[in-house]
């Protein structure tokens, strides 16, 4: 191998090329930003050390910030203005759904989800709804279940009846005594018999079969008690609703009844699969709150006041009310 040797002159010229390379990097603007970057970007992540697991950290931190855009969404759905009960509720919900979240996550369940965050919670929730399905009960289950929960699968009552009705708007402080009155006029007489008595009323001069609920919905839930303590064949009353009073002659009542097994079975089937559902998703959902440090801020209605919807906002959370 031949090796030759450098002239003195030849290294002393490029030790000073090599100098003037290294000089020239080192005035590079771009060599600077790089430096710089390198030190804010260590700076901060020092000062500011991320939690070791990244997404998986067990604390969920709500800030007042926070609880105002919750109650904010529940604005953009065209609500009144939440309570304090309602925000805690809205607190309770997005916590929820914060731990359903980071739990999908940790399955897999957010890989190649255009909408990660608000369905992972969802297949959270069907998880535990698969589970309760697969436990198919048997009929001795299914009779206890009835027995202990009997009154939930109770049938109205249904009433038929007609009214005669006295508007307070057209006899005002009057009107009772009109109906009064009228009562005593109409005694002993059948429907077909009392002829044009009473004022023209803007829904039903006769209904059948109808609930409870539904003339508590209609006249009022005071017309709808008294409507079922009423006896057959003879004009009652008079009865208060919120139109008005009413002479009422009832044609059949049917008090209402508890069905048997057989005739429900389905109905229990479907209703003990919803129990183990909600027992199920509410355990799980505990254990896993257990696993998890919630810090949120104490709600106030002060928290709440001068609450504004900006033009375009939509729910990027769904809410509910509680």
Do not use: C
């Amino acid at each position: 191998m031949n090796v030759f040797p450098i002239a003195p002159e030849a290294s002393s010229a490029i030790k000073r090329e090599n100098g003037d390379g290294w000089r020239r990097l080192l005035r590079e603007p771009l060599l600077h930003f790089l430096v710089v970057g390198a030190a804010l970007f260590g700076g901060y992540h020092y000062l500011n050390p991320t939690p070791e697991g990244g997404a998986d950290t067990k604390e969920i931190v709500l800030t007042k910030d926070d609880v105002r855009q919750l109650a904010i969404s529940w604005l953009a759905q065209g609500r009144s203005a939440p309570t304090v009960e309602q925000v805690k509720g809205l607190v309770d919900q997005k916590v929820t759904q914060e731990i359903l979240f980071r739990e999908a996550v940790n399955l897999g369940l957010d890989r190649d989800d255009e909408v990660v965050k608000r369905r992972l919670a969802q297949k959270m929730d069907f998880l535990a709804a698969d589970v309760a399905a697969l436990q198919e009960p048997t009929s001795d289950q299914l009779q206890k279940w009835f027995d202990a929960n009997a009154a939930s699968f109770a049938l109205p009552a249904h009433a038929s009846f007609r009214h005669l009705y006295f508007s307070s708007d057209r006899h005002g402080k009057e009107t009772r005594g009109t109906a009064d009155a009228a009562l005593a006029l109409v005694a002993g007489k059948s429907p077909d018999e009392v002829g044009a008595v009473g004022d023209p009323f803007m829904f039903q001069n006769h209904y059948g079969d109808a609930t409870p609920e539904q003339m508590a919905k209609e006249f009022g839930p005071d017309f709808s008690k008294a409507l079922f303590q009423l006896t057959l064949g003879k004009w009652e009353g008079p009865v208060q609703s919120g139109y008005g009073w009413h002479l009422v002659w009832i044609d059949a009542i049917d008090p209402g009844r508890v069905p048997t097994f057989a005739e429900v079975e389905p109905n229990v089937k479907a209703g003990w699969i919803d129990e183990q559902y909600r027992t199920i998703k509410a355990s799980a959902l505990d254990e896993l709150r257990g696993q998890y440090s919630v810090v949120v801020p104490v709600i106030e209605a002060s928290d709440l006041e001068g609450l504004q919807v900006p033009p375009g906002t939509s729910s990027e959370f769904e809410v509910s009310a509680q």
